[in-house]
């Protein structure tokens, strides 16, 4: 695994070693980053279930100016720390240990939104869709903002989950990015 553009362009990460936890390919993070483009530069990137950092660290290394990573693992989050300091990033970025619940509550208390969220859970349990609730409830995104959510291409994702609809849906083998936005009021996207 590396990262695939930017001024970090070439480092190795390490992955996390267990079956619980399937990393970003690079793939699909080349084609991800390659949908977002410059909405990257200057973003806040929220990466929730970050696992290895690896997607958080890529946007970072295309301009992010914020990015925050969530998981509650400590197998992920002993990797994500020896990945930021990889990196030089552990001073740049923030990690918090804890549940995507727990932290979409902390994050809108402190009054903080984000440009790009990306969720990428374990797939088939239904979390990726309680996340994005949260995240509407807690009015985590940006006026003009993207939730990104991978899932496995046989799951079921709706086309809008409260006020979030999705503008792009993109498959690459056996998963699947699901583009969401704030639907305008007269229903353009």
Do not use: W
Request: with cysteine; proline share 2%.
């Amino acid at each position: 695994m590396r990262i695939i553009a930017g001024e970090l362009k070439g480092r190795k990460l390490e992955r996390i070693d267990t079956e619980l936890i399937r990393p970003t390919s690079d793939r699909v993070r080349e084609a991800l980053f390659s949908i977002l483009g410059d909405m990257v530069i200057d973003s806040r990137f929220l990466d929730l279930f970050a696992g290895s950092g690896s997607v958080g660290i890529e946007a970072f290394s295309r301009g992010a100016k914020e990015v925050v990573f969530v998981d509650a693992g400590n197998d992920s989050i002993k990797v994500l720390n020896s990945n930021l300091q990889k990196t030089n990033l552990i001073e740049e970025t923030e990690i918090i240990q804890a549940d995507y619940a727990a932290t979409v509550e902390k994050l809108a208390y402190q009054g903080r939104k984000f440009d790009i969220i990306f969720i990428d859970p374990p797939y088939k349990f239904g979390i990726a869709l309680d996340a994005v609730r949260k995240i509407q409830e807690k009015n985590l995104l940006s006026k003009n903002g993207v939730i990104i959510v991978e899932h496995g291409s046989k799951d079921l994702i709706p086309e809008k989950i409260g006020i979030f609809e999705i503008f792009k849906e993109k498959k690459y083998g056996n998963i699947c990015l699901s583009l969401y936005v704030i639907k305008k009021k007269n229903g353009e996207i």
